[in-house]
């Protein structure tokens, strides 16, 4: 679902995908090839969200207040970004949070469940997990850095093959 808010509606380019059960709401922008799935939220009533090319946010995921996805990331079902940035080819696990002003670094890796704190610094190419998150080892051509080239292709088919039954 598509809402706008205070006037403001979502951008969504041509080619990205939205599921029908996911809610977009106000001051979003999801660029091409960009992918929302079933019941995630993303709610830009309090700053701007944007979904870089080929980035996508699994099932039950929660973005808000100035959340930034880079170029084929991925967010994780169940994780939340709030008003923070994940860099390209990034992954944020599964349950995972990531708060204000946080930066997950390019092709950097949030573990499962792990919460990444205010004004935290993922360094990229590095796995982070915990409660609070810390560096676990550097990660070189880990195979999630292609995630986001994954759903990009899974969008696709969705698009193409899935229908609403009543």
């Given at each position: 679902?598509?809402?706008?808010?205070?006037?403001?509606?979502?951008?969504?380019?041509?080619?990205?995908?939205?599921?029908?059960?996911?809610?977009?709401?106000?001051?979003?922008?999801?660029?091409?090839?960009?992918?929302?799935?079933?019941?995630?939220?993303?709610?830009?009533?309090?700053?701007?969200?944007?979904?870089?090319?080929?980035?996508?946010?699994?099932?039950?995921?929660?973005?808000?207040?100035?959340?930034?996805?880079?170029?084929?990331?991925?967010?994780?079902?169940?994780?939340?970004?709030?008003?923070?940035?994940?860099?390209?080819?990034?992954?944020?696990?599964?349950?995972?949070?990531?708060?204000?002003?946080?930066?997950?670094?390019?092709?950097?890796?949030?573990?499962?469940?792990?919460?990444?704190?205010?004004?935290?610094?993922?360094?990229?190419?590095?796995?982070?997990?915990?409660?609070?998150?810390?560096?676990?080892?550097?990660v070189d051509e880990s195979p999630w850095a292609?995630?986001?080239?994954?759903?990009?292709?899974?969008?696709?088919?969705?698009?193409?093959?899935?229908?609403?039954?009543?």
């Amino acid at each position: 679902m598509l809402r706008s808010f205070d006037g403001v509606e979502p951008d969504v380019h041509d080619s990205a995908y939205v599921d029908p059960a996911a809610v977009v709401i106000g001051d979003v922008t999801l660029e091409a090839d960009a992918s929302v799935w079933p019941n995630t939220t993303l709610r830009g009533d309090h700053g701007p969200i944007v979904l870089r090319e080929g980035a996508n946010v699994q099932d039950n995921a929660v973005l808000h207040e100035g959340a930034e996805i880079g170029p084929y990331a991925t967010v994780g079902h169940t994780a939340i970004v709030h008003n923070a940035a994940v860099r390209e080819r990034s992954l944020v696990g599964m349950g995972a949070t990531v708060l204000d002003r946080s930066v997950v670094g390019e092709a950097a890796m949030v573990g499962a469940n792990s919460l990444v704190t205010e004004d935290k610094t993922i360094e990229p190419s590095t796995l982070y997990a915990g409660v609070p998150a810390e560096k676990v080892k550097s990660v070189d051509e880990s195979p999630w850095a292609y995630a986001g080239d994954r759903y990009v292709q899974l969008a696709r088919e969705h698009a193409e093959r899935s229908e609403r039954i009543e």
